[in-house]
T-cell receptor, first 114, second 112 residues
Framework: DAGVIQSPRHEVTEMGQEVTLRCKPI?????LFWYRQTMMRGLELLIY????????DSGMPEDRFSAKMPNASFSTLKIQPSEPRDSAVYFC????????????FGPGTRLLVL | DQQVKQNSPSLSVQEGRISILNCDYT??????FLWYKKYPAEGPTFLIS?????DKNEDGRFTVFLNKSAKHLSLHIVPSQPGDSAVYFC???????????FGTGTSLTVIP
């Protein structure tokens, strides 16, 4: 199994630009999570989908952040416009769902906003 | 506000000795707890978990202890090995299964 796939692995952009992060969950998993990792706050859950439907987006920092899951095999996290404080590592994770609480993480996207 | 706290950002242990990583939580509604291990430039990987109905779960060299009255859990690694050097995150899941919280992580260094 390829595991959770994230792209790009690294992204450097200028303040004000739009950034789109992509995630392909493990096939058959019906829950998908987006996290942001910072030194100060550790891993923060941004949004959580179950069967492609957003369940909890209370962690999304502000309206500049949006996430979609158009189908079971693809999700995007978009930041528009990006700001330097958005610089972090963004992880996507998937889970089989109710059958298991274990989440499987992708390798992350390291975002730097200049 | 951090609902899951790992107050030790780093820990160094001699190879062969016991490593103890600690985690505190604030919400008594948490029902399930997990430990993840993270190497640089990789995503976290699941290590071990414990349900709130238990106070101990063991898997090889790794044991997780849960003290519900103190809202505290710990991960014991014995004997520690250099390959255990990584960042360890504890995580908690609510009893509704809809809320997930991670700590800030503890960086463990096992000295050969």
């Amino acid at each position: 199994d390829a595991g959770v796939i994230q792209s790009p692995r690294h992204e450097v952009t200028e303040m004000g630009q739009e950034v789109t992060l992509r995630c392909k969950p493990i096939s058959g998993h019906n829950s998908l999570f987006w996290y942001r990792q910072t030194m100060m706050r550790g891993l923060e859950l941004l949004i959580y989908f179950n069967n492609n439907v957003p369940i909890d987006d209370s962690g999304m920092p502000e309206d500049r952040f949006s996430a979609k899951m158009p189908n079971a095999s693809f999700s995007t996290l978009k930041i528009q416009p990006s700001e330097p404080r958005d610089s972090a590592v963004y992880f996507c994770a998937s889970s089989p769902g109710q059958a298991s609480m274990t989440q499987y993480f992708g390798p992350g996207t390291r975002l730097l906003v200049l | 506000d951090q609902q899951v706290k790992q107050n030790s950002p780093s820990l160094s242990v001699q190879e062969g000795r016991i490593s103890i990583l600690n985690c505190d939580y604030t919400n008594s509604m948490f029902d399930y707890f997990l430990w993840y291990k993270k190497y640089p430039a990789e995503g976290p990987t699941f290590l071990i978990s414990i349900s709130s109905i238990k106070d101990k779960n063991e898997d090889g060299r790794f044991t997780v202890f849960l003290n519900k009255s103190a809202k505290h859990l710990s991960l014991h690694i014995v004997p520690s090995q250099p390959g255990d050097s990584a960042v360890y995150f504890c995580a908690a899941i609510s009893n509704t299964g809809n809320q997930f919280y991670f700590g800030t992580g503890t960086s463990l260094t096992v000295i050969p």
